[in-house]
Nanobody, 122 residues
Framework: QVQLVESGGGLVQAGDSLRLSCAGSGLPFSRYAMGWFRQPPGKEREFVAVISWNTYSTSYTNSVKGRFTISRDNAKNTVYLQMNSLKPEDTAVYYC???????????????WGQGTQVTVSS
């Protein structure tokens, strides 16, 4: 049974930092691209960042470039999202996902976590 479990969310103030983690089990983690998506309140889920299985390739949505960093530790079956200079518009439920290609389209991801809430107050 595949499981992706996110952690690290919380309530912070604008300008603060958070690091999200996503631990995977039940799948060959190192063979999958790992992505982070988010769903702001009342909006559709959107792409945030993705990292290839070998860490050679990363991609970010424009609104987080320079503030967020995605990384992974395949030995720990874990992917991270370091979020700096957080803004109120970053408020959302953040999901990690595993897919065979490092793309931003959620349709290409096979497995999803349950999500972790990030709330940024102004």
């Amino acid at each position: 049974q595949v499981q992706l479990v996110e952690s690290g969310g919380g309530l912070v103030q604008a300008g603060d930092s958070l690091r999200l983690s996503c631990a995977g089990s039940g799948l060959p983690f190192s063979r999958y691209a790992m992505g982070w998506f988010r769903q702001p309140p009342g909006k559709e889920r959107e792409f945030v960042a993705v990292i290839s299985w070998n860490t050679y390739s990363t991609s970010y949505t424009n609104s987080v470039k320079g503030r967020f960093t995605i990384s992974r530790d395949n030995a720990k079956n874990t992917v991270y999202l370091q979020m700096n200079s957080l803004k109120p518009e970053d408020t959302a439920v953040y999901y990690c996902a595993a897919g065979l290609s490092p793309v931003g389209n959620s349709q290409y991801y096979n497995y999803w976590g349950q999500g972790t809430q990030v709330t940024v107050s102004s």
